[in-house]
């Protein structure tokens, strides 16, 4: 039980101010909670001039304590006295106002006060104190108002003023709820409704490290100049989710990257949320493919008058591709500038065969892998090699 028996004492005096030594008044006493309920009372007449009144609280908070003699109030009664737990009680944090709150907007979240069995204690509001203390850039902590609700918990509702992260740790008659004050950021106004990540891909390749761009709009779905909001992701499926590095750019952007070799081929889902809420289009729906890894493909070379150059691509574990379909870009500059009529074959096993007219002279090959975040060179791209001037070598052997 949250609150155990109490004893109230009763000392009888005489018309002259001096205690009693002997006991046998009619004393009575009447204690009542902020319900209007009374609290059943039984009282021992010490024989001494004291009385003593044990009682059970049926609710913690104020109660009124009456006490009379020949139905007359004794000096002072009623009295009010608090009734407070025995242990210090527990307390549950929920709602979207516990992370993040938009500047002059209203916000709210829960507390459940409860005892060490888990159940809710019934108490009076005014006695839950929500303060925000200031944390890091930050003025006063925005007012907040506390009402019990038809469920037994208690809603607090406050409206920001100021930017900045505020500690929240709510207190009983001046005891904290909870062990640490869960941390909010008041930012700018962000609807989660417009936010996006513009050209969200349906497919990826698994050999690519991808960068997201997510933009926060405010209500008139215009974007934002400045970051500060808390967005969290998750990225994968089921149980195999884990959370995406998520980089504020500060200016109202927020790049969304995480570790390729955490998701491997397959389809998964990646969820943004601020607060409670995701952003439009949220979760979405990603393909995840085998693509070549341009750290691992190389070119070969067979450099003739006519060239021959072949891309061999691999995948990020370092196999060979087997199959064709990838975008492969490749370019040449000779001696008299970049080589036209350049031609690319699909072998569709993974190599692809590249050929153009060659002079003598030096030439540099540029072989890129185009995924969704753009083109990347293959290994040792560019290559610098040499076309011989074979019939300037004859003519010298023959003098």
């Given amino acids: 039980m949250w ?10 005096k005489n018309p002259k101010g001096e205690k009693q ?17 009374e609290c059943p009372v039984e009282i021992s007449d010490l024989n001494n001039g004291e009385y003593e009144a044990t009682f059970t609280p049926t609710s913690l908070g104020p109660l009124s304590v009456a006490v009379s003699l020949d139905d007359k109030d004794l000096a002072g009664s009623p009295a009010k006295v608090i009734a407070k737990p025995e242990k210090p009680l527990k307390a549950d944090l929920d ?10 907007k209203p916000a709210t979240f ?3 006060v409860k005892d060490d069995a888990g159940e809710l204690v019934d108490v009076d509001p005014q006695y839950i104190d929500c303060a925000f203390s200031p944390i890091k850039g930050a003025e006063e902590g925005p007012k907040c108002k506390v009402e019990k609700t038809s469920d037994g918990k208690y809603a607090v509702s ?10 929240i740790q709510p207190t009983l008659f001046g005891t904290p709820l909870i062990s640490s004050p869960h941390e909010l950021k008041v930012v700018e106004n962000v609807s989660t409704d417009n936010c996006d990540i513009p050209n969200f891909p349906s497919e990826l390749s698994d050999a690519e490290d991808p960068k997201f761009i997510l933009v926060a709009k405010g209500d008139d779905g215009l974007p934002l100049k400045s970051g500060g909001a808390p967005f969290e992701a998750t990225v994968g499926n089921g149980d195999q989710s884990f959370q995406p590095e998520i980089i504020d750019n500060g200016d109202g952007t927020y790049a969304i990257g995480w570790d ?6 397959g389809d998964y889902d990646l969820d943004v949320k601020l607060g409670d809420n995701s952003i439009k289009g949220s979760p979405f729906k990603l393909k995840v493919k085998e693509g070549p890894a341009a750290d691992h493909s190389e070119l070969v070379f067979v450099p003739v008058t006519h060239c021959s150059v072949r891309v061999k691509l691999y995948n990020r574990k370092g196999e060979p591709r087997t199959t064709g379909g990838d975008d492969v870009h490749v ?4 001696p008299e500038g970049p080589v036209p009529d350049i031609s690319v074959t699909d072998n569709n096993d993974g190599t692809y065969t590249v050929e153009y007219q060659g002079t003598p002279g030096e030439y540099k090959v540029s072989a890129k892998i185009k995924g969704f975040f753009g083109l990347k060179h293959v290994k040792d791209s560019p290559f610098t090699y ?5 019939e300037m070598k004859k003519k010298e052997k023959k003098k």
């Avoid at 609150?3 to 009888?12: A, D, E, L, T, W």
């Avoid at 390729?260 to 081929?265: A, H, V």
């Avoid at 040499?386 to 074979?390: E, M």
């Fill in 3 to 12: 609150v155990s028996q109490k004893k109230i004492k009763v000392v009888g």
């Fill in 21 to 37: 030594t002997v006991g046998s008044e009619p004393f009575e006493i009447k204690i009542v909670d902020v319900k209007g309920l």
């Fill in 95 to 104: 709602g979207p106002g516990l992370k993040v709150a938009f500047k002059d």
């Fill in 110 to 112: 829960t507390v459940s």
């Fill in 158 to 167: 406050y409206v920001p003023e100021n930017f900045g992260i505020f500690g």
């Fill in 260 to 265: 390729p070799e955490k998701l491997p081929p």
């Fill in 331 to 334: 370019t040449v500059k000779g």
């Fill in 386 to 390: 040499v076309i011989p001037n074979v």
